[in-house]
């Protein structure tokens, strides 16, 4: 394998290998590079990924990915710190009949069928497509002309209420 974000997953887990990198997000797949969330493109995400074997035996990968990566608010439309520290463990499965037995006896499983060249790059791409929050938003904007907005506006509820008392 001369790509070295491609690892056998069998042979990395079964022999407890280790790998550690980082990519810009300019860097990664379409679907993370164009986000809308990320302020900063050149942000730094950093990811380790081991192998091992379950209580089970079953083979897995461990992957953690960090990054301290700006999101834009979607009330402000600025910039706000979020920090990216997720970690999950991928129990790989010789099929899919296998796969979907184990899931349906634990919902919290994380797992796949064993491939024989697995991209890493893609594995944490993933990752942070899941860990983004669904609408990021500082918990105070600190922006007087959008409290303006909403303190001038009346509760639409406040008119249902005076209906219901008369």
């Known amino acids: 394998m001369s790509d070295p974000n491609l690892i056998d997953p069998e042979v990395f887990a079964s022999e407890k290998q280790t790998l550690q990198g980082s990519f810009l997000l300019e860097e990664l797949d379409e679907r993370v590079r164009s986000h809308d969330y990320p302020a900063d493109k050149q942000t730094k995400v950093s990811f380790t990924l081991s192998g091992g074997r379950d209580r089970l035996q079953r083979l897995f990968l ?84 959008l409290e303006q907005v909403n303190q001038d506006k009346p509760n639409p509820f406040a008119v249902l209420a005076g209906l219901k008392s008369s």
């Open 62 to 145: 461990d992957l953690n990915v960090k990054a301290d990566m700006p999101l834009i608010c979607q009330r402000c439309i600025r910039p706000m710190p979020f920090t990216l520290d997720e970690t999950s463990r991928i129990v790989l499965f010789a099929n899919e009949e296998d796969l979907d037995e184990a899931m349906l006896a634990d919902e919290e499983l994380e797992g796949m069928p064993i491939e024989k060249e697995l991209d890493v790059r893609g594995l944490v791409e993933d990752q942070i497509l899941m860990s983004l929050p669904f609408s990021p938003r500082h918990e105070n904007c600190d922006n007087a002309a």
